[in-house]
């Protein structure tokens, strides 16, 4: 079965710095993998994802995921952090076999400071 | 379209009472799903529509929770004889793919969720 694991529960970074939140993979086959971001009291959305094509993932709002194989991970990052990039984050997996259900991570909060 | 919508968004029942939410997917969408999300954690998957069929249910849905899809548009979730620990946001999401199992094309759109606290 395919599975996730975002490391850190919790991230904080300052306004204008380097997003990295990290994500890592187990499946037997080639997973297809999503990054999706919570706002407070809203529904996921997706920001990108990763089909077995280019290996960069461009997303929307300046995010972006490289799949490493080699490293079994996903993780996402940004250049430079806005205010409003405030939001929990989550990795998923999709299950090739039946409901294609996605399987999602614990979860990033991103805290940025001003 | 308006994407998916989700009712009520918030409910604050008593235990022992039942709740009864609702999802209506995007209109051309035939899949279906609704997830569990406690705080401070990630979705987790309860049951799966193809149109109006049940196709999977998973093992955190106990006997108390029932879902119907009757028409293969609007869903709903009942949770008879809530708990305290069934307190948590009920997220649904539809997605339209219809393929083979390269499956990275089944993008969910998710609705907003209905947030229930028991007391």
């Known amino acids: 079965a395919q599975s996730v694991t975002q490391l850190g529960s919790h991230v904080s970074v300052s306004e204008g710095a380097l997003v990295l939140l990290r994500c890592n993979y187990s499946?037997?086959?080639?997973?297809?993998l999503f990054w999706y971001v919570q706002y407070p009291n809203q529904g996921l959305q997706l920001l990108l994802k990763?089909?077995?094509?280019?290996?960069l993932v461009k997303g929307i709002n300046g995010f972006e995921a490289e799949f490493k194989k080699s490293e079994t991970s996903f993780h996402l990052t940004k250049p430079s952090a806005h205010m409003s990039d405030a939001a929990e984050y989550f990795c998923a997996v999709i299950e090739l076999q039946g409901a294609q259900k996605l399987v999602f991570g614990q979860g990033t909060r991103l805290t940025i400071n001003p | 379209d308006t994407g998916v919508s989700q009712n009520p968004r918030h409910k604050i029942t008593k235990r022992g009472q039942n709740v009864t939410f609702r999802c209506d997917p995007i209109s051309e969408h035939n899949r279906l799903y609704w997830y569990r999300q406690t705080l401070g954690q990630g979705p987790e998957f309860l049951t799966y529509f193809q149109n109006e069929a049940q196709l999977e249910k998973s093992r955190l849905l106990s006997d108390r929770f029932s879902a119907e899809r009757p028409k293969g548009s609007f869903s709903t979730l009942e949770i008879q004889r809530t708990e305290q620990g069934d307190s948590a946001m009920y997220l649904c999401a539809s997605s339209s793919y219809g393929g083979a199992p390269s499956a990275g094309a089944n993008v969910l759109t998710f609705g907003a969720g209905s947030r229930l606290t028991v007391l």
């Open positions: 499946s037997s086959v080639p997973p297809y």
């Open positions: 990763y089909t077995s094509a280019a290996t």
